[in-house]
């Protein structure tokens, strides 16, 4: 058992019959009465983000997971292929226990969490930024704005990410996974 000061980002815990990770956390001390944790938790089962307030000192079932290095194969419709960077077995996952599947690349190596209890995947854990490469966007005009224009870009993986309008065709951007913005244009 773990108390609300355990509480981290990604730490995967036992609530009202199903297993969530946080996802967003904030520990809350008002002037006025006790302290608390205001929590953001998505189902490792089905996806669905809910929002939970934890009273300070409250006793949460933290799930003893595991985690493991695996390389994305290839898409097949909502299922998602990986294989294991130590041992090749390969597994598949759902769509909706990825965070941002639409900016995975063929041959990523990410990060799986395992229930060490039964050895089910519980979640995949994105490298914090990707590079990918710009496959589609309008040409920018030079002249027409003030500050900060960006317009749409497709990348290789098929996301359409804002950048700014001197990115082109052809250019490598990396993007944040968690938010899905571009960061900065990756020169070779």
Do not use: W
């Amino acid at each position: 058992m773990a108390s609300t000061s355990d509480i981290r980002k990604g730490l995967c815990i036992r609530f009202n019959h199903d297993i969530y990770k946080i996802v967003e956390f904030l520990h809350v001390k008002p002037g006025k009465g006790p302290a608390f944790v205001r929590t953001k938790l998505k189902s490792v089962t089905t996806g669905k983000v809910i929002d939970n307030t934890f009273s300070a000192g409250h006793k949460i079932e933290d799930v003893r997971v595991e985690t493991r290095s695996y390389q994305y194969l290839y898409p097949e419709g909502d299922t998602f292929h990986f294989m294991n960077t130590d041992d090749y077995n390969q597994i598949t996952l759902q769509k909706d226990a990825l965070d941002s599947p639409d900016l995975l690349k063929e041959g990523e190596v990410v990060v799986i969490l395992f229930n060490t209890e039964d050895n089910m995947p519980l979640s995949v854990e994105m490298p914090a930024s990707v590079i990918l490469e710009v496959t589609h966007t309008e040409p920018g005009v030079k002249g027409n704005t003030a500050t900060n224009a960006t317009k749409p870009a497709t990348v290789e993986t098929g996301a359409t990410v804002n950048v700014p309008l001197f990115i082109n065709e052809g250019d490598k951007i990396k993007v944040e996974t968690e938010k899905g913005t571009y960061i900065e244009r990756v020169k070779e």
